[in-house]
T-cell receptor
Framework: DAKTTQPNSMESNEEEPVHLPCNHSTISGTDYIHWYRQLPSQGPEYVIHGLTSNVNNRMASLAIAEDRKSSTLILHRATLRDAAVYYC????????????FGPGTRLSVLP | DTGVSQDPRHKITKRGQNVTFRCDPISEHNRLYWYRQTLGQGPEFLTYFQNEAQLEKSRLLSDRFSAERPKGSFSTLEIQRTEQGDSAMYLCASYRAVGSGANVLTFGAGSRLTVL
């Protein structure tokens, strides 16, 4: 599975936008980019995914670089409930039925 | 959609005892995954099932670990002769495979194991 790298931790102020980066320089053409987050004492939950184009849903936006070697998860207005560990994962549509999680980015949201 | 259920949520046991965790996935989901998570780390893959067939096992799944999904519905993860290093959160997740990389996982809340 292709590897991703993320900062260990980030801080944001409440009601401000948050940009969580992910580098995946060895991404292949058939890798989807997935984001999950894990709130305290819960299992991970799906946030968003994309292949080439930027994506928006009710939770967040995903901005994918033109060369696909990096992506950014955007929370438009952070709330205290967004404090969590955010995981960026690559998943090949043709191979690798596994989802491989790294250590993720721990996001703290300050009131 | 009642979500993915795991039982028990917490288990404390003494070293050397056997423990079993149960996972009930979303009913129409044919794939089921087990992960293990220790403090400060991301989830680590253990194994997954497609219906009742166990298709992949991680090398983390030692001989003391066994997982089953007998009728392609619920799954159990048994740990025999527990060791203190087995203390972790055991997470179950499922999805309905439709042959696309866009499939997403739905996780349960996890079963936390403490081995004394």
């Amino acid at each position: 599975d292709a590897k991703t790298t993320q900062p260990n931790s980030m801080e944001s102020n409440e009601e401000e936008p948050v940009h969580l980066p992910c580098n995946h320089s060895t991404i292949s053409g058939t890798d989807y980019i997935h984001w999950y987050r894990q709130l305290p004492s819960q299992g991970p939950e799906y946030v968003i995914h994309g292949l080439t184009s930027n994506v928006n849903n009710r939770m967040a936006s995903l901005a994918i670089a033109e060369d696909r070697k990096s992506s950014t998860l955007i929370l438009h207005r952070a709330t205290l409930r967004d404090a969590a560990v955010y995981y960026c994962i690559l998943r090949d549509v043709n191979y690798g039925q596994n989802f491989v999680f790294g250590p993720g980015t721990r996001l703290s949201v300050l009131p | 959609d009642t979500g993915v259920s795991q039982d028990p949520r917490h288990k404390i046991t003494k070293r050397g005892q056997n423990v079993t965790f149960r996972c009930d996935p979303i009913s129409e989901h044919n794939r089921l995954y087990w992960y293990r998570q220790t403090l400060g780390q991301g989830p680590e893959f253990l194994t997954y099932f497609q219906n009742e067939a166990q298709l992949e096992k991680s090398r983390l799944l030692s001989d003391r670990f066994s997982a089953e999904r007998p009728k392609g519905s619920f799954s159990t993860l048994e740990i025999q002769r527990t060791e203190q290093g087995d203390s972790a959160m055991y997470l179950c997740a499922s999805y309905r495979a439709v042959g696309s990389g866009a499939n997403v996982l739905t996780f349960g809340a996890g079963s936390r194991l403490t081995v004394l």
